[in-house]
């Protein structure tokens, strides 16, 4: 399966998935370590960005896996169900979206730029 160019997508597009999901918490935990006043947006944005990206990559090996990935043989439909559970934990990612846009947009209105180098 693993020659199959489709699956080969798959692969790459979790991997970019997971890799971002990383570093965009690593970058979190800096600043929140460095007392950075965007550490706050960079939280929201995890919310809102982890989960969903953990959705995809389960959703994605669903898609590899057909019918067997809802089955009980594999752990796939249990980490699904969960994958969507975590996009409403931490409250809805509108309430996450609509609080970093205010947080980017007052540091513009301020005179400050905003670093997403950081």
Sequence with gaps: MKDKQFI????????MDIQAARLMTINAAEKVADN???ARTAISAIKVFVPAAYHRVVDRAIQVWGG??????????RMYLAARVRQLADGPDEVHRILMAKNILREYESGN??????
């Design 113 to 118: 730029t905003w670093d997403f180098g950081k």
């Design 68 to 77: 067997a990935g809802l089955s009980n043989d594999l752990p796939l439909g």
């Design 36 to 38: 950075d006043p965007q």
């Design 8 to 15: 080969q997508g798959f692969i790459a597009d979790s991997y």
